[in-house]
């Protein structure tokens, strides 16, 4: 045999081996069930993780910018320092030369002075109420951060929980299905079972398992993306979500025209952020509107003024001095301001707006799904859970055909994770309105 022969047939070998060996461990992985968290993850509950949002730094940001807005008052409610002037002088008006040939302090004319800022026209009253304004501005903001952000961090639990669950669920129905198809192998040794039959139970048992694949990914996802709301990040064991699905519903018995007439919407943080800031812009047109009034320096000083005789005379001054601007001066700072105004209260109107729209939204949300969910748990869910149960005992009797069993899972399966759907909706539609009505205070 030569060399070239000899090579390709050791080379068939190996490849004939790494086939085997491949597909081995293909069946060994697929025979293995997809674990959800494992005993050793933390446990996560929904206070650990509102309470988490709260500690948040965009929450913790938003607190520092009340402090600066309270420092701004401060500074807003402040009059203008006054001028302390000095001067010296050796020149004699009359004479036009100056007193002595050296610059003894004697022959020197001296003045100390004091000036001070007239402000008119209630510039500094209006600064400070829009420095008042804008710190309720500020913590309108801080409140409507902290309610979006454990509105956001609420609803992310739930789908994790959601993504929990849903593992769990595939998980079983993958192990039932890798169960049915080890059952199937051992009936076509017998000869009960056809070989078409027994790939069919395969078939459906990769197929569980792939599924299943999907589910570990999307609650790896949904555990990380929590941490965005949160801060927190996935422990080494992952989350072990303690289930708590809401119970009572808030919206029952409400109607859309109860959002027109009910003082939610003004109530609103968001909304009530907007009202301050139409509030701040008329300030701040009533302060642009002030700068047209002048304001006057007013000034005093003492002089102590040498007669070249080895005399003094002391003299008292006063000045004013009042700046010469025309009447259209600020023209263009009273047009911003202006605009600004009414810009702001457009954004207003928009923010009520899109405010009753999402209120409306989550209220229809919310009645809709506990219909839903009230219909899938007490009609649906039982009677595929029976149907399938009753599936099951009669293909182990024989009395039912393998398609007819993979219906019945099937059919469970999608009614099972449907339900898992409607709490998590209904969840989260529950979570908007809890905060959002816990935020306002009419």
Same mark, same amino acid.
């Given at each position: 045999?030569?060399?070239?022969?000899?090579?390709?047939?050791?080379?068939?070998?190996?490849?004939?081996?790494?086939?085997?060996?491949?597909?081995?461990?293909?069946?060994?992985?697929?025979?293995?069930?997809?674990?959800?968290?494992?005993?050793?993850?933390?446990?996560?509950?929904?206070?650990?993780?509102?309470?988490?949002?709260?500690?948040?730094?965009?929450?913790?940001?938003?607190?520092?910018?009340?402090?600066?807005?309270?420092?701004?008052?401060?500074?807003?409610?402040?009059?203008?320092?006054?001028?302390?002037?000095?001067?010296?002088?050796?020149?004699?008006?009359?004479?036009?030369?100056?007193?002595?040939?050296?610059?003894?302090?004697?022959?020197?004319?001296?003045?100390?002075?004091?000036?001070?800022?007239?402000?008119?026209?209630? #510039?500094?009253?209006?600064?400070?109420?829009?420095?008042?304004?804008?710190?309720?501005?500020?913590?309108?903001?801080?409140?409507?951060?902290?309610?979006?952000?454990?509105?956001?961090?609420?609803?992310?639990?739930?789908?994790?929980?959601?993504?929990?669950?849903?593992?769990?669920?595939?998980?079983?129905?993958?192990?039932?299905?890798?169960?049915?198809?080890?059952?199937?192998?051992?009936?076509?040794?017998?000869?009960?079972?056809?070989?078409?039959?027994?790939?069919?139970?395969?078939?459906?048992?990769?197929?569980?398992?792939?599924?299943?694949?999907?589910?570990?990914?999307?609650?790896?996802?949904?555990?990380?993306?929590?941490?965005?709301?949160?801060?927190?990040?996935?422990?080494?064991?992952?989350?072990?979500?303690?289930?708590?699905?809401?119970?009572?519903?808030?919206?029952?018995?409400?109607?859309?025209?109860?959002?027109?007439?009910?003082?939610?919407?003004?109530?609103?943080?968001?909304?009530?952020?907007?009202?301050?800031?139409?509030?701040?812009?008329?300030?701040?047109?009533?302060?642009?509107?002030?700068?047209?009034?002048?304001?006057?320096?007013?000034?005093?000083?003492?002089?102590?003024?040498?007669?070249?005789?080895?005399?003094?005379?002391?003299?008292?001054?006063?000045?004013?001095?009042?700046?010469?601007?025309?009447?259209?001066?600020?023209?263009?700072?009273?047009?911003?301001?202006?605009?600004?105004?009414?810009?702001?209260?457009?954004?207003?109107?928009?923010?009520?707006?899109?405010?009753?729209?999402?209120?409306?939204?989550?209220?229809?949300?919310?009645?809709?799904?506990?219909?839903?969910?009230?219909?899938?748990? #007490?009609?649906?869910?039982?009677?595929?859970?029976?149907?399938?149960?009753?599936?099951?005992?009669?293909?182990?009797?024989?009395?039912?055909?393998?398609?007819?069993?993979?219906?019945?899972?099937?059919?469970?399966?999608?009614?099972?994770?449907?339900?898992?759907?409607?709490?998590?909706?209904?969840? #989260?539609?529950?979570?908007?309105?809890?905060?959002?009505?816990?935020?306002?205070?009419?």
């Amino acid at each position: 045999m030569s060399i070239r022969h000899t090579f390709c047939l050791k080379t068939s070998l190996v490849c004939l081996v790494t086939l085997i060996s491949m597909g081995a461990w293909a069946n060994e992985t697929r025979s293995l069930p997809v674990m959800p968290p494992t005993p050793s993850a933390e446990r996560l509950s929904l206070e650990v993780v509102l309470e988490a949002a709260r500690q948040h730094p965009d929450v913790i940001a938003t607190a520092r910018l009340v402090d600066a807005a309270r420092a701004d008052v401060l500074v807003a409610n402040r009059a203008p320092a006054l001028a302390l002037s000095s001067a010296v002088s050796t020149v004699d008006a009359k004479n036009g030369q100056a007193f002595g040939a050296t610059l003894s302090p004697a022959k020197l004319n001296k003045s100390l002075g004091i000036d001070g800022l007239w402000e008119r026209g209630g #510039k500094r009253a209006l600064r400070t109420d829009k420095a008042q304004t804008m710190v309720q501005l500020a913590q309108a903001e801080r409140q409507e951060t902290l309610v979006v952000q454990q509105m956001a961090a609420q609803m992310a639990f739930y789908e994790l929980q959601t993504a929990q669950l849903r593992l769990e669920v595939l998980n079983d129905l993958a192990q039932g299905a890798r169960l049915l198809a080890k059952t199937a192998d051992i009936r076509l040794k017998n000869g009960d079972v056809s070989a078409q039959e027994a790939a069919r139970t395969q078939i459906e048992a990769d197929r569980a398992h792939a599924e299943a694949q999907v589910a570990l990914l999307e609650y790896q996802q949904s555990s990380l993306a929590i941490g965005t709301w949160t801060g927190l990040r996935r422990p080494m064991g992952g989350w072990s979500v303690q289930v708590q699905w809401p119970q009572d519903a808030a919206w029952v018995g409400l109607a859309a025209a109860d959002i027109d007439k009910g003082p939610w919407l003004e109530a609103r943080p968001d909304v009530v952020a907007a009202r301050l800031r139409v509030t701040a812009a008329n300030q701040a047109v009533a302060l642009a509107q002030a700068l047209r009034i002048t304001d006057p320096s007013l000034g005093t000083s003492v002089e102590n003024t040498p007669d070249g005789f080895g005399n003094t005379a002391k003299v008292m001054a006063f000045r004013i001095a009042i700046p010469l601007v025309n009447a259209n001066r600020f023209d263009g700072e009273v047009a911003r301001a202006t605009a600004e105004a009414e810009a702001s209260q457009s954004m207003l109107e928009r923010t009520r707006q899109r405010a009753q729209i999402e209120m409306l939204n989550w209220l229809e949300t919310g009645q809709s799904q506990a219909e839903r969910l009230q219909i899938y748990e #007490k009609d649906i869910l039982p009677n595929a859970l029976r149907v399938a149960e009753q599936t099951e005992t009669a293909y182990r009797k024989g009395g039912l055909s393998l398609t007819e069993l993979l219906d019945a899972r099937r059919t469970l399966r999608a009614v099972q994770l449907d339900v898992l759907n409607a709490r998590n909706a209904y969840a #989260k539609a529950w979570t908007y309105w809890q905060r959002r009505m816990t935020s306002m205070t009419p």
